[in-house]
Each structure stands twice: as C-alpha cells, then as structure tokens.
C-alpha cells in the first residue's frame, strides 16, 4: 500500500501565497511521476502541473507562471508554490503519484487540502 498525505492548504488574501507539499510512503517500488489536480465547487477535476521522475514538469495555463511543481526524489515527496494567487484558484487540492507496483502502474490520491483564496 502507498499513503499520501498532503499539508499546506489554508485561507489566503489574492495575491498572496501558499506551498503545498504531499510526501508518500509505504511500499513504493519506483515512482514514476508525480502530479497537483483541483476541484471547485461544481467543477471536475482538473489538472494543475505534473513533474516526471526525470524532473520534466507540466502547467495547465491558468497556473502558469504562478505556480511551480517540483519533487524531492529522496523523501518521496512533491510540492507545489502558489504565488500571485487568484480567487478563481480556490479548490481542494489533490496530489496524484503514478507508483509501479511490480509490473504494474498505479494511481495513488492524497486526501485533498482546501486552498481559499479570498478577494
């Protein structure tokens, strides 16, 4: 089994800025990438940034610029800074590791972390 727990969410004025981190542990074999989604109220979820083992990242456009993904290999952990933040950035947060698990790839969730971004 593979747990996430994330940390960092909270209330935040617009313009202002918040770190998200999410640290797994438990039997990982090799993980292969490492992402940041949100969810609105009423909305799907939608993906934030992505980072590869290899450390190639992704931003959707809405984030870019304002937000950076990167990853500890060694702790097994992902983070993702949130500067410039927008009322319309408000949402549960939720990171995703991609973990091979023997010959088998797999999602795992963290269990979400509320970002409120106030105007």
């Given amino acids: 089994q593979v747990q996430l727990v ?9 313009g202002g800025s918040l770190r998200l981190s999410c640290a797994a542990s ?5 993980i292969n990438a ?8 009423g909305k799907q979820r939608e993906l934030v940034a992505t980072i590869t083992r290899g450390g190639s ?18 702790k097994n952990t992902v983070y993702l800074q949130m ?3 927008k009322p319309e950035d408000t949402a549960v947060y939720y990171c995703n590791f991609k973990v091979w698990i023997g010959a088998t790839l797999r999602d795992y969730w963290g269990q979400g972390t509320q970002v409120t971004v106030s105007s």
């Fill in 26 to 30: 438990g039997s990982i074999f090799s």
């Fill in 6 to 14: 994330e940390s960092g969410g909270g209330l935040v004025q617009t």
């Fill in 83 to 85: 500067n410039s933040l």
């Fill in 34 to 41: 490492m992402g940041w989604y949100r969810q609105a109220p």
């Fill in 57 to 74: 990242t992704y931003d959707a456009y809405s984030v870019k610029g304002r937000f950076t993904i990167s990853r500890d290999n060694a």
